[in-house]
């Protein structure tokens, strides 16, 4: 195909792929979300608990916390409700009295959906209470949260 004076090559528009955290203490469950969330275009940081998920964003108490600077901006922060050592309402109380990442858009997930969970949860500063098992509507409705 001759394109004359001009490049015949595809024009690629740079796409920003939205970086979430996804945070829950199962690994198939994580995996499961994980590929959800990629197959809406989003780049998935997985980790297996409340607190390593603060360490990775330099919000832990630990000294070897990557800290803001070396860590992708998040657009979403999905989390587990039921986890060992910290629970995913302990982990919203902390991500919403930070700075950093007081106005990142956080989902929690549970398989129980008592009403009284929700609302805690939605008042504590989640955008959105997701029942477990999470569905491809379920991570479209976030996306559209994202900032």
């Given at each position: 195909?001759d394109c004359?004076?001009?490049?015949c090559?595809?024009?690629?528009?740079?796409?920003?792929?939205?970086?979430?955290?996804?945070v829950d203490d199962?690994e198939?469950?994580r995996?499961?979300?994980?590929l959800?969330?990629t197959?809406?275009a989003c780049r998935?940081?997985t980790s297996?608990?409340?607190?390593?998920?603060?360490e990775?964003l330099?919000l832990?108490d630990?000294?070897?916390?990557?800290g803001?600077?070396?860590?992708p901006?998040?657009?979403?922060i999905?989390?587990?409700y039921?986890?060992?050592?910290?629970?995913g309402?302990e982990?919203?109380?902390k991500?919403k009295e930070s700075?950093l990442?007081?106005d990142?858009?956080?989902?929690?997930?549970?398989?129980?959906?008592?009403?009284?969970?929700?609302?805690?949860?939605i008042?504590?500063g989640a955008v959105m209470?997701?029942?477990k098992p999470?569905?491809?509507?379920?991570?479209?409705k976030?996306?559209?949260?994202?900032?």
């Open positions: 195909m004359g004076p001009y490049s090559k595809p024009i690629r528009a740079f796409v920003e792929h939205p970086h979430v955290l996804l199962c198939i469950t995996k499961l979300i994980e959800l969330f197959e809406c998935v940081i297996d608990g409340g607190v390593n998920a603060l990775y330099g832990g630990d000294d070897q916390s990557l803001e600077y070396n860590t901006k998040m657009k979403m999905c989390i587990d039921e986890m060992p050592r910290m629970n309402y982990l919203l109380k991500l700075p990442m007081e990142v858009p956080v989902a929690v997930m549970a398989s129980d959906n008592d009403p009284t969970l929700v609302k805690k949860c008042e504590a209470f997701i029942s999470v569905k491809e509507v379920d991570v479209e976030l996306k559209t949260l994202m900032k």
